[in-house]
């Protein structure tokens, strides 16, 4: 009997452990999502640095290999950025006359492309690598390239009718891969996992764990292996703790282009807790439309619809039990009122108990005072839940609306392109890819949609904003313009987007010029400077009772 006792201490202790374990890690990451930022940051520090080594003094071979390095930095951060220089290199390489130089840079580009959902493209150009003229250094890099190329398209189209290809080239790539390094282990791992060997893969990942420093890259990659493992085999608290260790790494690393977020959410939403589903959700689409992995942010799109309806649902339900408060406030107001008259009532007729009715109606008097503060403040609440439904409803319907429409252009766009590339219209098919009108069209009706819906939520937004500045200072648009840059900027801040950074993404411009505005704006003020922006935001707030 003692030793049952016992045993259920034990396991008592070693569950709750656990539970405290996985709570610590957790508040790790949050605490990584508030400083994405930070992270972000130092992440472009880093390759401002190598950046700086782009003199115009320097070799072309000592520039390839510069972008070569910027490319990676680039790759799971800003595929974009990470394109651009892989697609430099192929000039440089056929400027140097190197077939080894140009044979990197194809498959360095092939993987970019796959990334980014350029599917046609990556294959293009690993079809078109001769396999018996690659050096032997390229042969894993190149096996690489057709793996991810085979997983990414997979994904994609949501088959499993490329299962063969995957495995032949997961076995090739491990025929060129040193045994013991890591990426070996890992590629490895992938193969175990695939065949359902999870008690051979978890052993390889945790030695390699325990020789791997935390929250570099290949820990959050080891870390999410491992997670995905425990899940597979339900244990899910386990589960939770790879997942978050993995995702702050990925954070800390600012490598956008993870699954780990993703599928913490998935796990939380199936808990029920809707708010941690909807902060991972919504950091993971962030991060992959950032880095713009197109694969990546449709499986995060999908799964964002759910689990936003959830939280909208939520946050229905709560309004409500507020409502019902209110209601229970004020019928036990009511009883309040009708007992201060009766007491009132009382010490008329009892002169001789006079003193000691005039203390609790004191008393009384000083209850009823914060009574009314609270109601005050209940319906100062009000107001802003309001108004913040107000505005995501107006959001909300713009939204679906703009979806629809963008839905549209792009169906109507690759339909151009696919007559193009039917025709065979190639120079004009790689002049509209080259295009970038679209995205500047897009951008523009993008500003003016906003400026139209800002106008219709604040319509007296310019004029307020205007009465904060000194009267020779004032900001009006041009004929034409809803709002200009300053205005907009101003704008985003007035419905809560206070961060330079999110700013500055949004309206395409630098860190710096968010900021010369921003302070231009508190110096040219008719108020308290340290005061503009809070009064910024109070612009056009509905007053309590307003409906």
């Not at 978890?202 to 570099?216: N, Y």
């Not at 309004?319 to 209601?327: D, E, F, S, V």
């Not at 995501?392 to 339909?415: G, P, T, V």
């Not at 200072?473 to 300053?486: A, I, S």
Request: include cysteine; hydrophobic fraction near 40%; glycine fraction near 2%.
């Amino acid at each position: 009997m003692n030793r049952l006792v016992l045993l259920l201490l034990l396991v008592v202790s070693s569950v709750a452990h656990s539970r405290n374990e996985t709570a610590l890690i957790l508040s790790e990451l949050d605490n990584a999502i508030q400083n994405k930022e930070v992270y972000v940051v130092q992440k472009e520090e880093k390759i401002e640095n190598i950046k700086r080594l782009l003199t115009p003094g320097i070799s072309a071979l000592q520039e390839y290999h510069l972008n070569e390095n910027l490319s990676k930095e680039y790759q799971k951060f800003k595929l974009d950025s990470a394109i651009h220089y892989a697609s430099r290199n192929m000039k440089i390489a056929r400027h140097l006359q190197s077939e080894a130089l140009s044979y990197a840079a194809r498959i360095q580009l092939a993987t970019l492309y796959s990334s980014s959902g350029k599917y046609r493209e990556s294959e293009y150009l690993l079809r078109h690598i001769d396999r018996q003229a690659l050096p032997e250094a390229l042969l894993a890099p190149y096996y690489d390239a057709w793996y991810l190329f085979f997983r990414h398209y997979a994904s994609n189209v949501q088959t499993s009718g490329y299962d063969t290809q995957i495995y032949q080239y997961g076995d090739s790539l491990l025929g060129e891969l040193k045994p013991g390094t890591t990426k070996y282990i890992l590629t490895k791992a992938e193969k175990d996992i695939s065949l359902k060997k999870y008690q051979v893969a978890e052993e390889s990942l945790l030695e390699l764990l325990h020789t791997t420093g935390a929250d570099t890259p290949d820990y959050a990659m080891i870390t999410y292996l491992l997670g995905y493992i425990n899940r597979h085999q339900e244990r899910t608290e386990a589960a939770v703790r790879y997942f978050a260790l993995s995702a702050r790494a990925d954070l800390i690393n600012s490598l956008k282009d993870n699954a780990s977020m993703q599928i913490l959410s998935s796990i939380f939403y199936d808990r029920g807790d809707i708010n941690r589903a909807y902060k991972y959700v919504r950091s993971a689409i962030e991060d992959a439309v950032y880095c713009n992995v197109q694969f990546r942010t449709i499986q995060s799109s999908e799964f964002y619809t759910i689990i936003n309806t959830a939280y909208l649902g939520k946050e229905a339900k709560q309004k409500n039990q507020l409502q019902r408060y209110l209601t229970l406030i004020s019928i036990l107001s009511f009883f309040l009122i009708f007992a201060v008259v009766y007491v009132y009532r009382q010490m008329k007729k009892v002169s001789h108990i006079r003193g000691e009715l005039h203390a609790t109606n004191e008393k009384l008097r000083e209850l009823n005072v914060e009574m009314s503060e609270a109601n005050k403040q209940l319906n100062e609440k009000n107001a802003q839940l309001s108004e913040a439904n107000l505005i995501k409803e107006e959001y909300i319907a713009h939204f679906f609306d703009l979806c629809s429409a963008y839905i549209s252009k792009l169906e109507n766009y690759r339909k151009a392109l696919n007559k193009k590339a039917n025709d065979r219209q190639l120079e004009e098919l790689f002049r509209m890819l080259k295009s970038t009108t679209l995205v500047e069209n897009e951008l523009e009706e993008l500003y003016s949609n906003f400026d139209t819906i800002f106008i219709n939520l604040y319509p007296t937004f310019v004029a307020e904003f205007n009465a904060l500045l000194i009267d020779e200072e004032r900001v009006t648009p041009k004929p034409g313009e809803v709002l200009n840059t300053e205005l907009r900027i101003f704008a985003l801040i007035r419905l809560g987007i206070t961060d330079s950074v999110k700013i500055a993404a949004f309206l395409r411009y630098s860190l710096s010029t968010i900021y010369n505005y921003r302070t231009k704006a508190r110096n040219k003020a008719a108020v308290s400077r340290d005061e503009f922006e809070k009064m910024v935001m109070r612009i056009g707030s509905y007053p309590s009772g307003h409906h």
